[in-house]
């Protein structure tokens, strides 16, 4: 037989031309209705099998088309589908005339068996017609025709509400596959959760943010979500309070756990799915990773607070350099007055004892003011090449009363110690600060050890030590065998008004002090501590590498009196320039005395004698000492300069270090070091 073969798949094609062809038959294809219609338009042939479900035009048109063709109806029509297999397909492929309905795939022998039937029924009928027809007949074909009209009405319809399914399919099957990409491709993590705490469902993003290689390992892993994945259960069932109670969530905050079990921050918003009966089903939300922003946030609190920190620090050093300015000038005449007062009176006069207690005081307090300035690196230093040990040496004495009979001071130098350019005072202070802390730290008996030593450190070796510098440094240390201290308070420690010591026994300024004046000398601090094991504390100092040679040990020597030079005097403090115009005179010394720069340069150039030596306040209202020492040389070059003040300005001094060749006295000051400053700089 010559056979039409309709499948819009060319592989099934080629299977049944196959079969058929092994069976003897003539075989030909289309790939849809309208190609076999063709096809059947020049006639030869005597079977057609075809698929349903095919572009242009589907099998359902064209069987109905062939059945309702006087010229084709008598080919023998097979429906073979693999896509419409339902009872109603079946029933309806028959009513609009095909002659078998048969489901792929089908065994060979009963496709084969099939057509053989087929076309024998089509022999008979072909057969029966060829033989003429009766009265009976021709009223039964007119019977038939009404009823293949009436049959193409229903198949009609049955067309249009296969169309209206078919659109309704396409409907569901584009928004499934819309929500699948969605799903998929989320760049958020999606989830749906049992109340119990089970994950049903989550996305490949959801599954990659916790760490798991694919969703069947996440969900047959994480079982109990309230101890695998919420780092904290209390966030878990407040999470739960609110979902319940409102019926959704918005951006939830919490730490959760990956995998590895590192803490991870998301946003979760979620919503109660409920059931027809109003119970929870389940829930459904979507997760936000939140780490970068977090640890942005912790910067940024971080910045904050180093920046209050040094807003604290600039507004205390502002403070401070405004108490000095006006304190230093104050202490500077109780010292002068109560030196001149003790030149007047005999030593073993009671009164005498009161003076000399009233200049230690004030001593004391010009102390205090040197830490504030300290401090805030406010203090004007003079730099000069030291060797700790020496220094050091200078101070046991002092160090032994600071710290009390019970403490055992232990001091270890190095020898060939290398040098080390600083104001010597500030060692002072390094060791009188770290001495009473350690002090403080010994409840009873103890020891507290100082040593010193060369210490060289490579790039390599600060790579793995935190704070260090490379280069050359010479190591000032002090060890207590005390309480020792914990991570938090060693975290703190440098800031100040910070203290561990009760109410009314520390300013919190000490440490703080110590830090400001090893970061102006370019040093570092390291410390080392543990509750109950005692603190070291080693101070950093670069290493000299200048030809100066180290400072000796200065004689005590007596206040130089003056020839009668010609001194002009300006400070803006009345009772200080008094003070100084006194001291002065008692040395020998002629003096001129103004209020402020402007009456010094009108005092200058009304006097006709020579004036050898300015002493001048850095800061006053209508000039400063900077501006009118370099406006009074232009007046007199040989004049010399000494400048004075309670601290410095950056118009004179840079990081408070003294621009070289300029001299400086700090208020207060004694009658004794005013007599060797002016000597030294007349001289």
Same mark, same amino acid.
């Given at each position: /037989?010559?056979?039409?073969?309709?499948?819009?798949?060319?592989?099934?094609?080629?299977?049944?031309?196959?079969?058929?062809?092994?069976?003897?038959?003539?075989?030909?294809?289309?790939?849809? &209705?309208?190609?076999?219609?063709?096809?059947?338009?020049?006639?030869?042939?005597?079977?057609? =099998?075809?698929?349903?479900?095919?572009?242009?035009?589907?099998?359902?048109?064209?069987?109905?088309? @062939?059945?309702?063709?006087?010229?084709?109806?008598?080919?023998?029509?097979?429906?073979?589908?693999? #896509?419409?297999?339902?009872?109603?397909?079946?029933?309806?492929?028959?009513?609009?005339?095909?002659?078998?309905?048969?489901?792929?795939?089908?065994?060979?022998?009963?496709?084969?068996?099939?057509?053989?039937?087929?076309?024998?029924?089509?022999?008979?009928?072909?057969?029966?017609?060829?033989?003429?027809?009766?009265?009976?007949?021709? @009223?039964?074909?007119?019977?038939?025709?009404?009823?293949?009209?009436?049959?193409?009405?229903?198949?009609?319809?049955?067309?249009?509400?296969?169309?209206?399914?078919?659109?309704?399919?396409?409907?569901?099957?584009?928004?499934?596959?819309?929500?699948?990409?969605?799903?998929?491709?989320?760049?958020?993590?999606?989830?749906?959760?049992?109340?119990?705490?089970?994950?049903?469902?989550?996305?490949? #993003?959801?599954?990659?943010?916790?760490?798991?290689?694919?969703?069947?390992?996440?969900?047959?892993?994480?079982?109990?979500?309230?101890?695998?994945?919420?780092?904290? @259960?209390?966030?878990?069932?407040?999470?739960?309070?609110?979902?319940?109670?409102?019926?959704?969530?918005?951006?939830?905050?919490?730490?959760?756990?990956?995998?590895?079990?590192?803490?991870?921050?998301?946003?979760?918003?979620?919503?109660?799915?409920?059931?027809?009966?109003?119970?929870?089903?389940?829930?459904?939300?979507? @997760?936000?990773?939140?780490?970068?922003?977090?640890?942005?946030?912790?910067?940024?609190?971080?910045?904050?607070?180093?920046?209050?920190?040094?807003?604290?620090?600039?507004?205390?050093?502002?403070?401070?350099?405004?108490?000095?300015?006006?304190?230093?000038?104050?202490?500077?005449?109780?010292?002068?007055?109560?030196?001149?007062?003790?030149?007047?009176?005999?030593?073993?006069?009671?009164?005498?004892?009161?003076?000399?207690?009233?200049?230690?005081?004030?001593?004391?307090?010009?102390?205090?003011?040197?830490?504030?300035?300290?401090?805030?690196?406010?203090?004007?230093?003079?730099?000069?090449?030291?060797?700790?040990?020496?220094?050091?040496?200078?101070?046991?004495?002092?160090?032994?009363?600071?710290?009390?009979?019970?403490?055992?001071?232990?001091?270890?130098?190095?020898?060939?110690?290398?040098?080390?350019?600083?104001?010597?005072?500030?060692?002072?202070?390094?060791?009188?600060?770290?001495?009473?802390?350690?002090?403080?730290?010994?409840?009873?008996?103890?020891?507290?050890?100082?040593?010193?030593?060369?210490?060289?450190?490579?790039?390599?070796?600060?790579?793995?030590?935190?704070?260090? =510098?490379?280069?050359?440094? =010479?190591?000032?240390?002090?060890?207590?065998?005390?309480?020792? /201290?914990?991570?938090?308070?060693?975290?703190?420690?440098?800031?100040?008004?910070?203290?561990?010591?009760?109410?009314?026994? &520390?300013?919190?300024?000490?440490?703080?002090?110590?830090?400001?004046?090893?970061?102006?000398?370019?040093?570092?601090?390291?410390?080392?501590?543990?509750?109950?094991?005692?603190?070291?504390?080693?101070?950093?100092?670069?290493?000299?590498?200048?030809?100066?040679?180290?400072?000796?040990?200065?004689?005590?020597?007596?206040?130089?009196?003056?020839?009668?030079?010609?001194?002009?005097?300006?400070?803006?403090?009345?009772?200080?320039?008094?003070?100084?115009?006194?001291?002065?005179?008692?040395?020998?010394?002629?003096?001129?005395?103004?209020?402020?720069?402007?009456?010094?340069?009108?005092?200058?150039?009304?006097?006709?004698?020579?004036?050898?030596?300015?002493?001048?306040?850095?800061?006053?209202?209508?000039?400063? &000492?900077?501006?009118?020492?370099?406006?009074?040389?232009?007046?007199?070059?040989?004049?010399?300069?000494?400048?004075?003040?309670?601290?410095?300005?950056?118009?004179?001094?840079?990081?408070?270090?003294?621009?070289?060749?300029?001299?400086?006295?700090?208020?207060?000051?004694?009658?004794?070091?005013?007599?060797?400053?002016?000597?030294?700089?007349?001289?």
């Amino acid at each position: /037989m010559n056979i039409l073969i309709v499948d819009d798949h060319e592989d099934n094609r080629y299977l049944l031309q196959t079969l058929l062809k092994t069976g003897g038959h003539t075989v030909q294809s289309a790939a849809n &209705g309208a190609e076999a219609l063709e096809i059947l338009q020049a006639g030869g042939i005597e079977l057609i =099998v075809s698929d349903i479900l095919m572009p242009v035009m589907d099998g359902f048109q064209l069987c109905r088309k @062939v059945k309702t063709d006087d010229a084709l109806r008598h080919i023998p029509f097979i429906v073979y589908t693999a #896509t419409y297999t339902g009872s109603k397909d079946e029933e309806f492929a028959l009513k609009i005339g095909a002659d078998r309905f048969i489901q792929k795939p089908c065994e060979p022998e009963v496709f084969m068996a099939a057509v053989k039937e087929v076309t024998a029924d089509a022999k008979r009928c072909c057969d029966t017609r060829a033989g003429g027809t009766t009265p009976e007949e021709e @009223v039964l074909q007119l019977y038939n025709e009404r009823l293949v009209r009436k049959l193409e009405q229903k198949m009609l319809q049955a067309e249009r509400e296969i169309e209206a399914r078919r659109a309704v399919e396409s409907s569901l099957w584009k928004s499934k596959e819309k929500y699948r990409r969605f799903f998929e491709n989320s760049m958020v993590g999606i989830f749906q959760s049992t109340p119990e705490g089970r994950f049903l469902n989550v996305n490949p #993003t959801f599954v990659r943010m916790l760490g798991y290689g694919t969703v069947e390992e996440l969900l047959s892993s994480v079982t109990d979500i309230d101890t695998q994945y919420w780092a904290h @259960v209390e966030d878990r069932q407040r999470f739960q309070q609110i979902l319940e109670k409102q019926g959704y969530v918005e951006n939830f905050e919490f730490e959760a756990r990956r995998k590895d079990g590192v803490p991870l921050w998301v946003s979760n918003s979620a919503r109660v799915c409920r059931g027809e009966d109003g119970s929870i089903q389940c829930y459904e939300g979507i @997760v936000l990773d939140i780490g970068e922003r977090k640890r942005n946030e912790a910067e940024r609190e971080k910045l904050q607070a180093q920046l209050l920190q040094s807003q604290k620090m600039e507004s205390v050093g502002r403070l401070a350099g405004g108490v000095a300015h006006d304190f230093n000038n104050m202490l500077g005449v109780i010292i002068g007055y109560a030196e001149l007062a003790m030149e007047k009176v005999d030593p073993g006069h009671p009164l005498f004892g009161d003076l000399d207690e009233i200049l230690a005081a004030a001593h004391r307090s010009a102390g205090i003011t040197r830490q504030l300035l300290a401090f805030a690196r406010q203090q004007v230093i003079s730099p000069q090449v030291i060797n700790l040990n020496h220094t050091v040496d200078d101070m046991l004495k002092m160090l032994g009363r600071l710290i009390g009979e019970d403490i055992d001071l232990c001091w270890q130098p190095q020898s060939e110690l290398w040098p080390v350019m600083m104001d010597p005072v500030q060692i002072d202070q390094i060791l009188a600060n770290l001495c009473v802390n350690a002090r403080d730290a010994i409840q009873g008996v103890g020891k507290i050890t100082i040593e010193t030593g060369n210490m060289a450190f490579n790039r390599a070796y600060c790579d793995h030590h935190a704070g260090f =510098v490379p280069g050359d440094f =010479v190591r000032l240390a002090v060890s207590d065998d005390g309480c020792g /201290m914990d991570h938090e308070t060693l975290g703190k420690l440098f800031e100040p008004f910070f203290t561990t010591k009760p109410a009314g026994k &520390g300013t919190g300024l000490g440490l703080a002090t110590v830090f400001g004046i090893v970061k102006q000398n370019d040093g570092f601090i390291n410390v080392y501590s543990e509750p109950g094991q005692g603190t070291t504390f080693k101070v950093y100092l670069p290493r000299h590498t200048g030809q100066d040679a180290p400072a000796g040990v200065q004689p005590v020597i007596e206040a130089p009196l003056g020839s009668g030079e010609t001194v002009l005097l300006v400070e803006d403090e009345v009772a200080m320039l008094k003070l100084g115009r006194m001291m002065l005179e008692s040395l020998g010394y002629r003096v001129l005395t103004a209020e402020g720069g402007t009456e010094a340069l009108a005092l200058a150039a009304a006097h006709e004698g020579e004036i050898r030596l300015l002493i001048s306040d850095l800061v006053m209202p209508d000039m400063n &000492g900077k501006d009118l020492a370099e406006r009074l040389r232009g007046q007199r070059p040989k004049i010399k300069i000494l400048f004075m003040s309670g601290y410095t300005i950056e118009a004179i001094a840079h990081r408070g270090v003294l621009d070289h060749g300029i001299h400086f006295i700090q208020k207060p000051f004694s009658r004794r070091e005013l007599a060797q400053k002016v000597a030294e700089v007349l001289n």
